[in-house]
């Protein structure tokens, strides 16, 4: 059935791209006598997830030739011992950037977290200053996975203006940003943007209307060929671990898209993995790299 007439929507060979320009900058930056920018985490506790995404970040950060650190705390570290650590580096001038590895233990406010961070050192973007910047359209540092499908979409060339773009889900950290990034005045962008989440009763209906669906429910295979119009344009931000008895790992990376349906029907579609994950951390280095220049 799989025709191949898609165009594969390739996150591994686009983040390398741009790995080799970052590298080529910090060589510069280095070369001028400056230090290489230096990115800092935070991990609180031992979540799976958490721990493979902030070794895939301290791994990039070597890749493109940035200092990084990682800085651990156990699941019962106190907001207040979280709060002296972002205040201390938010004073210290050798950090460039540094994010706080969400999701954080019960008894920590993650908000009063995200809002501890000074904005000109929060390279995740979720701090309310760079989220109002962003909704306005100034400079600000983007949230990491809505930057990073929107370079996936430039770097592919794939046409957005004038287009009914459907995003599935209304997180702070993908919904949100990327609806109001699709419908601003640029390019990629000038989107008719229609956002559904767990509350819109139509989802069908109106994934049958849009040219591009961006999937960020979380929901394994939500999306199946019966919702998508043919020639559209998938964009599967899901990861969610299957349990997969075939594997070494016991689980297989599921998206958000049944992709051997829907595929045959796109024009363009991202995988998983190797779709929208690399580029959501090669957009944590260029956010990193910007917060340098500054």
Do not use: W
């Amino acid at each position: 059935m799989d025709n191949k007439t898609y165009k594969l929507l390739d996150g591994k060979a686009t983040s390398a791209a741009i790995k080799q320009e970052i590298a080529a900058e910090v060589g510069k930056i280095v070369a001028s006598g400056k230090p290489a920018p230096h990115l800092v985490a935070i991990l609180v506790g031992h979540d799976g997830g958490s721990e493979t995404y902030v070794a895939s970040k301290m791994k990039t950060c070597e890749e493109v030739g940035f200092r990084s650190s990682l800085i651990r705390y156990e699941e019962d570290v106190t907001e207040q011992t979280l709060l002296a650590e972002i205040n201390r580096l938010n004073q210290d001038q050798d950090v460039t950037g540094f994010i706080v590895q969400l999701p954080l233990p019960k008894h920590i406010d993650e908000q009063k977290i995200i809002e501890a961070v000074d904005p000109r050192k929060d390279v995740d973007g979720f701090h309310p200053i760079n989220v109002g910047r962003m909704s306005i359209g100034l400079p600000c540092f983007v949230s990491a996975t809505p930057k990073g499908i929107l370079e996936l979409l430039r770097r592919n060339e794939i046409e957005t203006r004038g287009k009914h773009c459907v995003v599935l889900g209304r997180s702070n950290i993908v919904g949100k940003p990327m609806a109001q990034l699709l419908l601003h005045k640029a390019n990629p962008g000038d989107c008719t943007v229609t956002v559904c989440h767990s509350r819109t009763p139509n989802i069908k209906e109106l994934c049958l209307q849009a040219d591009i669906i961006v999937a960020a429910l979380g929901v394994p295979e939500f999306v199946k060929a019966d919702m998508v119009k043919p020639g559209a344009v998938i964009v599967d931000v899901g990861t969610t671990r299957v349990p997969d008895p075939s594997r070494k790992s016991g689980f297989r990376l599921t998206g958000d898209v049944c992709f051997d349906e829907v595929a045959p029907l796109a024009s363009a579609i991202t995988p998983v993995p190797g779709g929208v994950g690399p580029m959501t951390i090669v957009s944590l280095m260029l956010n990193t790299l910007q917060a340098a220049k500054q």
